[in-house]
């Protein structure tokens, strides 16, 4: 492909950044924690998408009590375009509803699932942050969104088949010539100290098998009020941002927060 001029290169438009959260096993909490990772980016004043990817067993929606009138199946069918499906969420998240039930978005052919991974791109230029909900497990619909990320957050729980398959997806990532940084989220923990033992545990078998090093990013603590706000159709940082799975949930955007800065700066020098 023929290279860009220079003078082309330094007006290129400022690109968001994007994080893919994933999970090896399903149940773990990473859509919730897509959702509220995506309100806490926008309550600090970053244009955020939330985009759900979680192909045919879509469910961002329903944590954050909207019913979008269209979805990812309209665009693929072609007859809508991102702007007619990104609909305004809480914390003014814009969404991006995936298909739910629908047999035909799982079974996507990797033509339709490319042109869904280019969205990700086309979004790039009109916000600061991107939040790719992907599925759970290591179809190639989720190993093509980890891809088009630029950090991967990897939620799991303490449970043993959720550590296995944690794993599991970085193995698979991996072998598939995956670079970019994975970030750990452990959900659901009693204390801080199981978690970072469950990180511990995690990140050894990633460097011995795999040679491959894990980021810590943090914990959320179970928490009653995170079932509370399903219930309510409600991010559980918005019906309860008293909480400690709140206030947790705050600390990993915080940590997240350079990120994205550093993105914005290197595209800020480019211009």
């Known amino acids: 492909m023929t290279e860009l001029p220079n003078q082309q290169k330094m007006t290129a438009p400022p690109r968001a950044t994007v994080f893919a959260v994933t999970s090896g ?23 955020t998408v939330l985009l759900d990817a979680d192909l045919g067993l879509a469910n961002a929606h329903i944590l954050a009590g909207m019913r979008p009138t269209k979805t990812l199946c309209d665009y693929i069918d072609g007859t809508a375009t991102l702007a007619d499906i990104a609909e305004h969420g809480p914390a003014h998240v814009k969404f991006i509803a995936g298909g739910s039930g629908v047999q035909a ?11 869904l991974v280019g969205a990700v791109e086309d979004l790039r230029p009109f916000c ?17 969104f980890l891809g088009a990320a630029d950090h991967v957050i990897l939620v799991t729980t303490s449970n043993f088949a959720a ?40 990140l050894a078998c990633t460097k011995q098998f795999l040679g491959f090093d894990l980021n810590w990013l943090g914990v959320v603590p179970e928490d009653g009020c995170v079932e509370g706000a399903i219930l ?5 940082t918005e019906a309860y941002p008293g909480s400690v799975a709140a206030r947790y949930l705050t600390k990993l955007v915080t940590a997240l ?6 993105t914005k700066q290197i595209a800020s020098a480019a211009h």
Not at 257 to 262: A, S
Request: glycine share 8%; aromatic share 4%; proline share 4%.
């Open 25 to 47: 096993k399903g149940g773990v909490g990473k859509t919730s924690i897509a959702v509220n990772l995506a309100c806490e980016f926008s309550r600090r004043g970053l244009r």
């Open 105 to 115: 978005m799982a079974d996507i052919d990797a033509e339709k699932r490319q042109r």
């Open 128 to 144: 600061d942050v991107v939040i790719v909900d992907t599925g759970a497990g290591v179809s190639s619909n989720v190993i093509d």
């Open 163 to 202: 550590i296995a398959d944690a794993y599991g997806i970085v193995k698979v990532s991996v072998q598939n010539g995956h670079k970019q940084p994975i970030h750990c989220v452990i959900n659901r923990v009693r204390t801080p100290e199981e978690g970072e033992q469950v990180f511990a545990k995690l």
């Open 232 to 236: 309510k159709r409600a991010p559980f």
């Open 257 to 262: 927060i350079p990120k994205v800065q550093k």
